[in-house]
């Protein structure tokens, strides 16, 4: 009977239970109650649920005490400069195998691809000078930036040149650019920039509106703006080609996400591999999407996500976040004035990535000051240049600092 007991008392240290008494273990539990929050935010408020429930549940499984869900030692270390992948492919689990396509930056392109498939360009081809509220809404990130260096020089945090790049991405609501970025640049901090990345594209609707309505007029909100013109096929097929060839040529580290991106749109406007468009924006995609947001929430553990660090680059997220939503209602501001009315600022919001939920919240916005006023595919044309714009950004960040 002894040794039953032994037995059971043995079972009992070496548990997950157990592991929760011993030094650091509540914050494992802490970590847990995240990932929870993070569910609800998913389930029941529908937030970004495609990729917040993978990812919660993914923090959730890396700190399950004991559970070595993923080994962060072999991609991440000091002195380490290249994966140690005879570890990975000899000891390595599921998480590590998914990771790998986020290290080796396949899954955001790929993201890009399916993404592509299901944007349309028409509202930009249709108003050119919406592409000027897209670029404008990117100053979140420069500043974000700025602000990151400033904090270094100060003191308050050590954040190196690369990693306040990596930080100041977030400012692009756009997780899988953040996400390549990220990889690139500051792979100790992916899960934290993720989650951050992430959860304020998924509180666009809350973060957005109280900034545009105090920047913004009742009198500028309730403007009306032209029906935009009609589009032709022959438009649409010749721009994801120009605008690949453009692109590439002036920023090329941009070229693998607006290249896959804009693949994508050709696919979906030829009209003509209707076949590998529908599986480049559904299954593919899908398939990226577990694969993306599972690996990333499982390099979310307490000891490398529980410290000062996280908390900076939580605060400098929402500043960089919220500097891009205003640099473009702004920025709409000036081209309202300069066609003497006839551009609506609220559109300008529209210019982060997070498409095309930031268009919707501009309708919203609008349709509450003038319940006549329609405001969606004029705020797409900002959107979808916002997802140029970020992804621009990104080869500008990666040839400066990578």
């Given at each position: 009977m002894s040794q039953f007991f032994d037995?059971?008392?043995g079972i009992f240290q070496k548990s997950g239970f157990a592991q929760f008494g011993e030094e650091g273990g509540l914050l494992y539990l802490v970590m847990i109650v995240v990932g929870c929050f993070l569910l609800y935010l998913a389930i029941v408020k529908q937030y970004e649920p495609l990729i917040l429930l993978p990812m919660a549940f993914g923090m959730i499984l890396a700190n399950l005490p004991g559970s070595g869900i993923i080994h962060m030692e072999y991609f991440v270390a000091d002195g380490l400069e290249h994966p140690m992948w005879m570890e990975i492919l000899n000891n390595g689990g599921l998480a590590d195998m998914l990771y790998m396509g986020v290290k080796l930056g396949i899954y955001p392109p790929l993201i890009f691809l399916g993404i592509g498939t299901m944007t349309d360009f028409g509202p930009l081809i249709s108003n050119p000078k919406s592409l000027l509220l897209g670029a404008a809404a990117q100053f979140g990130i420069f500043g974000t930036y700025m602000g990151a260096r400033l904090l270094t020089?100060?003191?308050v945090v050590d954040f190196t040149q690369a990693q306040s790049a990596a930080i100041s991405i977030i400012g692009g609501a756009d997780g899988p650019t953040a996400i390549f970025v990220t990889s690139v640049l500051?792979?100790?901090l992916l899960g934290s920039i993720a989650v951050a990345a992430y959860s304020y594209m998924a509180l666009v609707p809350v973060i957005q509106p109280p900034i545009m309505r105090a920047l913004t007029t009742e009198k500028e909100r309730k403007i009306v703006m032209k029906q935009l013109r009609t589009v032709s096929k022959t438009e649409r097929i010749v721009f994801p080609i120009l605008c690949t060839i453009i692109v590439s040529l002036i920023i090329p580290d941009s070229t693998v996400l607006v290249g896959m991106l804009m693949l994508g749109n050709l696919m979906k406007e030829c009209g003509v591999v209707d076949r590998i468009q529908k599986t480049a924006g559904n299954e593919l995609m899908n398939i990226i999407t577990i694969f993306l947001a599972l690996s990333v929430g499982c390099t979310t553990s307490a000891n490398s996500f529980l410290n000062s660090r996280t908390l900076?680059?939580?605060?400098?997220?929402?500043?960089?976040?919220?500097?891009?939503?205003?640099?473009?209602?702004?920025f709409g501001k000036l081209m309202c004035w300069i066609t003497h009315g006839q551009v609506n600022p609220l559109i300008g919001s529209a210019g982060v990535s997070a498409v095309p939920m930031a268009a919707r919240v501009s309708q919203k916005e609008g349709q509450k000051a003038n319940p006549s006023n329609f405001l969606l595919m004029h705020a797409m044309g900002p959107n979808v240049a916002?997802?140029?714009g970020s992804a621009v950004a990104a080869g500008i960040l990666i040839n400066i600092f990578g």
């Open positions: 037995t059971l008392v020089a100060t003191g500051a792979p100790e900076f680059i939580i605060v400098l997220g929402l500043i960089a976040f919220s500097f891009g939503t205003a640099a473009g209602v702004l916002g997802v140029i």
